[in-house]
């Protein structure tokens, strides 16, 4: 993440996905000092697009901006920098992607899936999580919009690449004066080698974020021999962190592909999260492998 860029963007569509991002996004400006974008993308080749008229398209982007500006007018009361705006694009993600780009936007804000029973990560969501060059938070229903990150989760898996997790958890905890708990899990308790490794990497990790004088805290989590990941183990332990805000992650980069991926247990923690979760962008050069 670059906080020396500009703005925080919220892709909008006036639903209650885009009020709880809106309202996150406008928690984290207060503290970074950042114009908070509001974007409606209209979508050129959509259902019902061939139906309309060029008139009827243009005023319907009217009809938008205006609900976009009065959105904008009743939360800068918040005193917070608000701009709106609308563009037309054939794939909504690839728009979000590429304005967050050319406006050098430091973070992109969007919602989650609103069924409590069956929580979801919605299509486009989904799919800017996966291309974004641009670290994503991801917010649910349900989550506090709060100014102040008091804890950051950075669940890691120490015999993959960890460093530019670490490096992102301390940047993050520096803006915003927050505690790093840093967690994983121990697969093989009969296996006294890998046992010694991982308490000694964990051991590692914690005094190096201790240099930089940040409030860390480490655990080693005992894992059931069935359970299929590790985000069922780490969901549940974060549910015990009192103040815990935010959860910090990585996405996953191969050499020979331009696109960033998102694996089945990113998406599965993304949608199950009972707070914001953050995904960062690696930018070595080299494999990153998605890991807890």
Not at 5 to 23: E, H, T, W, Y
Not at 141 to 155: D, F, V
């Amino acid at each position: 993440m670059d906080f020396d860029r500009k703005n925080i963007l919220v892709p909008f569509d006036f639903g209650n996905q885009s009020f709880g991002a809106l309202n996150q996004a406008i928690s984290i400006s207060k503290h970074l000092k950042r114009q908070v974008i509001l974007l409606y993308v209209h979508q050129e080749k959509g259902a019902l697009s061939a139906f309309f008229s060029k008139e009827e398209n243009e005023l319907f982007d009217k009809t938008v901006l205006d609900k976009l500006q009065e959105t904008a007018e009743e939360f800068r009361s918040y005193n917070t920098d608000i701009k709106v705006h609308l563009i037309r694009h054939n794939s909504i993600h690839t728009a979000i992607v590429e304005f967050a780009e050319t406006s050098e936007s430091d973070l992109i804000v969007m919602g989650r899936g609103d069924n409590a029973d069956h929580p979801v990560i919605g299509a486009n969501t989904h799919k800017v999580l996966r291309n974004s060059k641009v670290p994503v938070l991801t917010v649910c229903k349900n989550c506090s919009a709060n100014e102040q990150y008091r804890t950051i989760l950075l669940p890691l898996d120490l015999t993959k690449e960890t460093r530019q997790k670490v490096n992102w958890g301390v940047l993050l905890a520096k803006l915003f004066n927050s505690k790093i708990i840093v967690v994983s899990a121990l697969w093989s308790k009969s296996d006294p080698e890998i046992i010694g490794q991982l308490r000694n990497q964990m051991s590692q990790v914690e005094k190096f974020i201790q240099k930089q004088g940040i409030s860390v805290e480490s655990e080693i989590i005992e894992s059931s021999s069935d359970a299929r990941t590790l985000v069922p183990i780490i969901l549940k332990y974060a549910d015990t962190i009192e103040d815990l805000d935010l959860i910090l992650i990585m996405t996953q980069q191969e050499n020979s592909f331009t696109e960033f991926f998102l694996g089945s247990s990113a998406t599965e923690l993304i949608r199950n999260a009972k707070v914001p979760v953050m995904a960062i962008v690696p930018h070595e050069t080299g494999q990153i492998i998605w890991g807890f």
